[in-house]
DNA sequence: CGACCATTTGATATGGATCAAGCGATGTGG
DNA sequence: CCACATCGCTTGATCCATATCAAATGGTCG
């Protein structure tokens, strides 16, 4: 009715190993799984799913998702090298995930982790963590819903330098589309509101990935 | 800049089931706590204080919301009888809560729970669970949000019929502001909405917070 | 009864969607 | 290595769903 993407469907996935642990969390979880390539546009796992496995970004990107009956498609969430994905409260996958770019992904079971978090309040610390960054993600979600296409493209611009350590210029792994699926946009509108905020001087866009922040403030400000 | 109410500033169900030794959870946590009231409008906490309590509605309603800079506001939940809110993952409270009708709440202090979940993994296990309902909330409202007024008035009225046992009739505690607050919307939108919904013979709205599910098949349909 | 507040309804404006090209970059087969 | 097909992105023209502005109606309470 509004944007997004038609899709038809498609699919393939598989996860990998395991081995024991003792260790703690953090970093040491890299020892509890193996690394698993995804080419781009495959499916890491599909909504409703069982979630047996959590998955930690090790490079390239990947993106959830879930597709209305008529096929518009909203991305709930974009995760970067070093984000953990696929952690469900429930027991299946609210959303799919797929990889946005060629990506490799270390996917741990998850039975192992509860396991441990049974033992290590450490590590049940940890889970709640993650599942608190997931709220969060999702109610800023919410509030960015309800601002105007300037203000979503400008937010989506200034979250992606944040979570590159605040860098001014921005690599994009995602297409339009995909930002214009997450901001709730069509793809024609996330093009021209960046074409009217470069013209407005607050960005650069060098090329179509890579954007440069150059005024702050002025983003900030039409992030209401 | 698209709706929303300009701020200045300023029954019962029962869950169910537990387990296991010493006071648990569920109804028991009615024992931790003493009911307090709030007057319609009242402030229970606000956004950014630190979670100290843990609430549960007795009778009323309560929302929960923040408000941007320029005075737009978007409300995050409605809770009904029976709900349990102000749990928070991380120390503060991440939106505000306002009682929308004099209501009676049980508040819980949160350390007390905090301590009973670290002897009691029934009681982790619950705290996890209401951790779940609250993500799915934002994750739903997130997909309510991309959908047309149709679409989002339908799936409101659904819901809160689902939150009354699926009854075909529903008792709207709330105004139609906070609705549209709820929706992303303007207050004339929801009322021509329910307005068409009415004409379209979906619904019937013998009071303006009475209203009538008459075909749950044309709501649906209109759901995506 | 009168004042106020919530809701509905009407008229008009507008931001973003939709429909439609055009364009540059990338990749493929010849 | 080129020619052409494809893909991702941008730009233009127009449409439409919802916002905005304005007024009337209805309900509630002192």
New interface residues.
Partial sequence: ????TMITRNATRQPAERRAPAVSFGDSIEMMGSVMPFARNVEIYGENEPAEYLYKVVSGAVRTY?V???G?R?I?SFYLPGDIFGLE??GKH??SAEAVADSKVLVIKRGALVALA?RD?GV?GQL??M??A???R??D???L????AQ?RVAGFLMEMSARNSGASEVELPMSRQDIADYL?LTIETVSRTLTQLENSGAIAVPSSRHIVLRSRGALSRLN?
């Fill in positions: 009715m509004l944007s997004q879930k209305l009956n008529d518009r909203q709930g409260v429930g609210a959303f049974g309040t049940a709640w963590t599942a608190a997931e709220l969060r999702a109610q979600h919410v509030m819903l309800i601002k105007t203000e709730g209401a």
